[in-house]
């Protein structure tokens, strides 16, 4: 067990809805990281937050947000789903923001948009 | 920028037999990389990682690999595989000095072991 939480572990929604998929990161822990894991894709690094600021931006659609709250949790918002975001997608935290640090990962959120 | 290439996308063992998963890396930077597994319906667990310090890193349940600057390589072995080894393998690349830690992950090496 990473320490880190994920909920829910499996969503089932249709095209054009909106989700939000919740992370809590290991304690004390400040940095939060999103990735999505697809067959077409693999595993591609979303968005960062850093003590509830944004650090960086990888890949992520504008339909895509997220935000990192007062006691370090964070949410992933998605919207306007299309079939093409039926994906896993996890939730990492690590100590520090930096690179080369362990990022611990939760067992993911499965989504399956029909 | 940085990026990762798993030169095998498919690895089969025979138990007891060692294991060589293959890992080429890119950056222009000073690199931290590291190997990550997935098994079936869960999550990611690190294996290891390198930041700068020994070439030679020893990871849990037997794994090592070894950081060549010269090859850019940072191939992952173990010495004799064992049933429970059969998951998912990512090699990953982060920049060491970034004041971001995103991983840069590669396309992931699936590792059969057979009895």
């Known amino acids: 067990d990473s320490g880190v939480t994920q909920t829910p572990k499996h969503l089932i929604t249709a095209t054009g809805q909106r989700v939000t998929l919740r992370c809590s990161p290991r304690?004390?822990?400040?940095?939060v990281y999103w990735y999505q894991q697809s067959l077409d894709q693999g595993l591609q690094f979303l968005i960062q937050?850093?003590?509830?600021?944004?650090?960086a931006k990888g890949n992520i659609l504008e339909r895509f947000s997220a935000q990192q709250f007062p006691d370090l949790h964070s949410e992933l918002n998605l919207s306007s789903l299309e079939l093409g975001d039926s994906a896993l997608y996890f939730c990492?935290?690590?100590?520090?923001?930096?690179?080369?640090?362990?990022?611990?990962f939760g067992p993911g959120t499965r989504l399956t948009v029909l | 920028a940085q990026s990762v290439t798993q030169l095998d996308s498919h690895v089969s063992v025979s138990e007891g037999t060692p294991v060589l998963l293959r890992c080429n890396y890119s950056?222009?930077?000073?690199?931290?990389l590291f190997w990550y597994v997935q098994h079936p319906n869960k999550g990611l667990q690190l294996l290891l990682k390198?930041?700068?310090?020994?070439?030679l890193v020893k990871g849990i349940n037997g794994f090592e690999a070894e950081f060549k600057k010269s090859e850019t390589s940072f191939h992952l072995t173990k010495p004799s595989a064992h049933m429970s080894d059969a998951a998912e393998y990512f090699c990953?690349?982060?920049?060491?000095?970034?004041?971001?830690?995103?991983?840069?992950f590669g396309q992931g090496t699936t590792l059969q072991v057979k009895p």
């Open positions: 990492a935290s690590s100590a520090v923001s930096g690179g080369g640090n362990e990022q611990f």
């Open positions: 304690s004390g822990d400040l940095s």
């Open positions: 937050y850093y003590n509830g600021e944004e650090r």
């Open positions: 950056s222009s930077y000073s690199p931290s």
């Open positions: 390198y930041t700068s310090a020994a070439t």
């Open positions: 990953v690349v982060s920049v060491r000095s970034g004041n971001t830690g995103k991983l840069i």
